[in-house]
C-alpha cells in the first residue's frame, strides 16, 4: 500500500490484484436445516449491518458484542442523540473505554493512524457523518469508491459493538444543479426536471438505486440542503456577529448580496488540508475569483440570486442561495446537535476546500477569535475529532476525468458488470489507497468472485449431504480445519483493527477457500471423518471474512443464493463476449463434434477462440442440463 506497506500473497485467489495495491493504484431442504447447528452470518440471525451468530466445535468467542444496525433512512431520529433499542442502551452502560475494541484508524487531521474511541461521556455512541452527492447527474464509480469505503467503516463499527448515528447529505441546490436543469427546460419547457428541486430529486432517487445494488446500507438520516435554509442563514448571522464573515455588494447582475468567510480572521486555517494562506493565494474548487473578496481564499457563505435565476430564498442579504460550504456545518450541526462529531468522511479531494471551509465556519461560528495561536484550528474536538478521507479511482492508471473521455457512472458499469464484481474491486483495496480501474480489473474481480461462490456452493451442498447420512462421528475432531477456520477469524480481527485493511480480509479467505475444496473435490476429504464439522467451522468463517466486504451471503437459502450468483455471472461474460446462449450453444455443440471426430485442432481452435471472448471450457464436467460446462475468466 501507499501507507505501510501491507502486501497481498500474489499466490493466492486474490493475487491478481496484487499489483493494484502497490504505489499509485491501487439451497435444498437439507441445506436450510444444516443452519440449525452451525448458523453462520446470515440475514435471519441478524438485522442490517452486521452480527454474529457461530455454533459449532470450533472455539470462538467474537471480540465485542454487535449492535442492531440502523433502520431505513426514514426512521425517526432525535437531532441532539440518536434512537437505539433496549439492547443497545444495555451495552451502552456497559461500556467501558479501557477495554474498547482496538481499532486503529487514520486520522488526516492528526497525519497518522490513531486507536478510535467515541467521545467521553458518550458511552458506545458514535457520529458518523459523510458527505453526499451534488445530485445533478448519475454517480459515477467514484461516488461508489467513496460510499464503500464508508460503508464497510460503518459495518465494522457495529461489528465492535459501536451505537452509530450515520449520516450523509444530499446537496440538492447547487450551481451545476441549475445549470444542468436551466439546459433540460431549454429544450423541453414541460419538462418536470427542467426545475432544479424536481431534477435533484430524480438524481437523489437514482443514487439510492445504485447504493442498493452494491449493497451499501442506507444512513439513518440523509440530510438535504434545501430542508436546512433557516439553519444555514442564522449560522452565517452567527458568523458576521462573530467578525468572521462580511457582506458584500452584487454584481451587476444580482439582485441579492453576496456574503463571504474572512480567512484571514481565522489563525491555524489550513491545519487540516496543510495550506497556508499566507503563501498560498490560489482559490479552492468551487471558489470564484473576485474582486469583491477581501482576501483570495475568502469563500462565499452566501451567493446573491441573479435576476433569472429558477431557485432562490430571501435573507437579509436579498434572494439568494446557499454557498456549497455552509450546507454540510449547517446540517451537522442541526442533525447531531452540535459539534463535535466523531467521524467525518469523504473523498480525498474534499479535504480542500470543501472540508477545510467546514472546519473553519464550525470553529467561526463559535465565537470571536481572541488568540493568535496557529495551532487552534488543529484541536480535534473542534468540529470533527476524526477525519477520515478515500483515495480516488484510476481509469488504466490516469484519473477519471470528463474532459479525458474516460468518465465511467456506476450505471454504464451495471450494464456489462455484476454489481458484486464492482464492490469487490472496491472493497478489495484499502480504502486510502487509489483504485486503478479497468475492464481487466473488473472481470478479475467476476473471476474471483465466481471461483468463490461455486466454492461456497459446493460447500453447502457437501454439508447438507453428510448430514442427510447421519453427520459425523461425535468422537471426530478435524483439528486442522477447525485451525484454518480459527487463524482466518483471526487475520481478520487484526485487518481490520489496522485501519480497514481489506486486503488482507481477502488474503484470509484464501486457504479457507482451499480446505472447503479439498474436502469437497478429493477423495480423502469425501471420506474424511469429521467432515461435518470441519465444513461447518469452514464455512462459517467463509461467511464471516466476507461479511467484513459487506457482502452477506450466508442463511437459510445460501446455497440458492449462490446458485443465483453464479448464473449472473455467467450472463454477464455471455453480454461482454457479445454471444447469446443459442450462439455458445452452437459452438459448444461444434467444438463437441470435433472432438468426435478426432479433429483435435479444430477443437482446440473453438475453445481459445471462447477463451479469447471470457469462457473457460470445463472440459471432463457438465453443466445441470448435461451441456459442457463453462465458467466466465478474463478475456485476453
Not at 402 to 426: C, M, Q, W
Amino acid at each position: 500500500f501507499r501507507h505501510d506497506q501491507h502486501a497481498l500473497p500474489s499466490s493466492s485467489c486474490f493475487g491478481g490484484f496484487s499489483a493494484g495495491y502497490t504505489r499509485g493504484s491501487m439451497q435444498t431442504t437439507s441445506a436450510s436445516r444444516l443452519l440449525s447447528s452451525y448458523a453462520p452470518y446470515h440475514p435471519s440471525s441478524r438485522s442490517r449491518g452486521g452480527g454474529l451468530s457461530f455454533r459449532s466445535r470450533l472455539s470462538f468467542k467474537p471480540r465485542r458484542l454487535v449492535v442492531p444496525p440502523p433502520a431505513a433512512a426514514s426512521s425517526a431520529l432525535s437531532t441532539t442523540s440518536s434512537t437505539t433499542s433496549t439492547s443497545s442502551s444495555t451495552r451502552s452502560e456497559a461500556f467501558n473505554r479501557d477495554t474498547a475494541p482496538a481499532f486503529q484508524l487514520y486520522n488526516t487531521m492528526a497525519r497518522t493512524k490513531q486507536p478510535f474511541l467515541p467521545r467521553p461521556g458518550m458511552q458506545n455512541k458514535v457520529t458518523m457523518y459523510v458527505c453526499g452527492i451534488t445530485a445533478y447527474d448519475y454517480s459515477h464509480i467514484g461516488h461508489a469508491r467513496a460510499y464503500v469505503c464508508y460503508d464497510v467503516l460503518y459495518r465494522h463499527l457495529t461489528r465492535l459493538g459501536y451505537d452509530v448515528t450515520y449520516a450523509r447529505n444530499f446537496t440538492d441546490v447547487d450551481d451545476k444543479i441549475i445549470k444542468r436543469a436551466d439546459e433540460i427546460r431549454e429544450r423541453d419547457p414541460n419538462d418536470p426536471l427542467g426545475e432544479p428541486v424536481a431534477l435533484a430529486a430524480e438524481f437523489s432517487r437514482a443514487f439510492h438505486e445504485d447504493m442498493d445494488k452494491l449493497s451499501c446500507l442506507r444512513p439513518h438520516q440523509e440530510p438535504r440542503a434545501t430542508e436546512h435554509i433557516p439553519e444555514m442563514i442564522e449560522f452565517i448571522e452567527t458568523m458576521i456577529g462573530n467578525e468572521h464573515a462580511y457582506p458584500a455588494s452584487s454584481d451587476d447582475d444580482g439582485v441579492g448580496g453576496d456574503v463571504y468567510f474572512a480567512v484571514d480572521t481565522l489563525p491555524g486555517y489550513g491545519a487540516l488540508s496543510g495550506r497556508d494562506p499566507s503563501k498560498d493565494n490560489r482559490a479552492g474548487e468551487r471558489i470564484a475569483v473576485d474582486g469583491r473578496k477581501r482576501g483570495p481564499f475568502d469563500f462565499a457563505l452566501w451567493k446573491g440570486a441573479r435576476k433569472n435565476d429558477s431557485i432562490k430564498w430571501d435573507s437579509p442579504w436579498g434572494l439568494g442561495r446557499p454557498g456549497w460550504h455552509i450546507e454540510c456545518t449547517a446540517m451537522i450541526k442541526k442533525t447531531f446537535g452540535g459539534f463535535p462529531i466523531d467521524i467525518h468522511g469523504g473523498g480525498r479531494d474534499l479535504q480542500f476546500p470543501h472540508h477545510e471551509n467546514e472546519l473553519a465556519q464550525a470553529r467561526a461560528g463559535q465565537g470571536r477569535c481572541q488568540c493568535d495561536d496557529p495551532s487552534a484550528a488543529s484541536e480535534p474536538d473542534s468540529y470533527a475529532r476524526y477525519w477520515v478521507h478515500n483515495g480516488f479511482v484510476n481509469i488504466d492508471n490516469e484519473k477519471m476525468s470528463k474532459s479525458l473521455g474516460n468518465f465511467f457512472t456506476i450505471r454504464d458499469v451495471f450494464e456489462r458488470y455484476p454489481p458484486d464484481a464492482l464492490r469487490h474491486l472496491l472493497a478489495s483495496a484499502q480504502y486510502r489507497t487509489d483504485v486503478s480501474y479497468s475492464d481487466t480489473a473488473l472481470e478479475m474481480s467476476c473471476d474471483t468472485l465466481y471461483y468463490t461462490r461455486s466454492t461456497l456452493l459446493d460447500g453447502e451442498l457437501a454439508l447438507a449431504a453428510t448430514i442427510e447420512a447421519g453427520g459425523d462421528d461425535k468422537k471426530a475432531n478435524p483439528k486442522e480445519q477447525l485451525a484454518i477456520a480459527a487463524t482466518a477469524r483471526e487475520a481478520c480481527d487484526k485487518a481490520m483493527e489496522d485501519d480497514l485493511n481489506t486486503p488482507m480480509v481477502c488474503a484470509a479467505a484464501v486457504p479457507i477457500l482451499k480446505a472447503i475444496n479439498d474436502i469437497c473435490q478429493t477423495k480423502a476429504g469425501r471420506k474424511m471423518k469429521g467432515r461435518q464439522a470441519a465444513l461447518e467451522a469452514l464455512l462459517a468463517a467463509a461467511y464471516d471474512t466476507f461479511d467484513r466486504l459487506g457482502f452477506v451471503w450466508g442463511g437459510s437459502d445460501a446455497a440458492e443464493g449462490h446458485r443465483s450468483s453464479l448464473i449472473e455471472y455467467k450472463a454477464a461474460a455471455l453480454q461482454r463476449a457479445g454471444l447469446t446462449e443459442g450462439d455458445l450453444s452452437e459452438r459448444l455443440s461444434a467444438r463437441e463434434e470435433a472432438r468426435k471426430n478426432k479433429d483435435y485442432a479444430e477443437s482446440d481452435r473453438l475453445r481459445d477462440e471462447l477463451a479469447k471472448l471470457g469462457i473457460s471450457l470445463q472440459d471432463g464436467k457438465k453443466e445441470e442440463d448435461g451441456s459442457p460446462a463453462w465458467r466466465p475468466v478474463p478475456r485476453t
